[in-house]
């Protein structure tokens, strides 16, 4: 059964998946070779999905931690703002076209953010999991989705099911089928399907009756 932490392991395993494919192709550019069309494309929207992560965990799950673990989340946020910076510092260097800048700016976001993903996974949601009800879990999920534009959602399941694995496709689309209404998942079912393409198949398998 789909738990509300599994949308977040989700999550972080596609930051860590495209920053490392962002990283990969800026390190190339940096050394003559093709790569940097990845990084331009692909930098602004990946931060704008982390941003509306970020938002989400500051605002809905580091309040509810507050009041079962007090101080907990302080260094976390304070992690974001670090996140803030290492954007800041890509988004000049590709402004300035400076490839080897942006190789270096794109490696300290990579370490940085693994580093983060790493400690809340290994430390702060571990004790969101032991404190926090099942039943107020969901509600944290169901609010840090909405910090999701509507009119972008067809964008970030775009982005997200073609870096996740099969049994995280499983959980996200399990989680969707619990959350929304029944018109909603259909939708979200057809942009699964687009995004995974010959991979539709074995989701399917998994959780049968999807169309």
Do not use: C
Not at 20 to 25: N, W
Not at 97 to 104: E, G, N
Not at 157 to 171: A, F, G, M, T
């Amino acid at each position: 059964m789909a738990v509300p932490l599994d949308a977040i392991r989700a999550f972080h395993i596609a930051f860590r998946k495209d920053i490392k494919a962002i990283d990969t192709a800026a390190y190339s550019a940096a050394r003559g070779e093709v790569g940097l069309d990845l990084v331009v494309k692909r930098y602004t929207f990946f931060n704008e999905v982390l941003v509306w992560h970020a938002n989400g965990e500051e605002e809905f799950v580091f309040t509810t931690l507050e009041s079962v673990a007090p101080l907990v989340a302080e260094a976390y946020e304070r992690d974001h703002r670090g996140l803030d910076l290492l954007f800041e510092s890509l988004d000049k260097a590709v402004t300035a076209s400076d490839t080897l800048a942006i190789a270096r700016a794109t490696r300290a976001f990579d370490f940085f953010l693994n580093f983060h993903l790493n400690k809340e996974e290994a430390h702060l949601y571990r004790i969101f999991n032991e404190r926090v009800s099942m039943p107020d879990q969901w509600t944290v999920l169901g609010k840090m989705s909405q910090k999701v534009p509507r009119e972008r959602f067809p964008e970030v399941v775009s982005w997200l099911y073609p870096l996740i694995r099969p049994e995280d496709r499983e959980n996200m689309t399990r989680i969707f089928q619990r959350v929304l209404p029944a018109p909603a998942f259909t939708g979200a079912t057809q942009l699964i399907k687009a995004a995974i393409g010959d991979n539709w198949a074995e989701l399917t398998h998994r959780i049968p009756g999807l169309k």
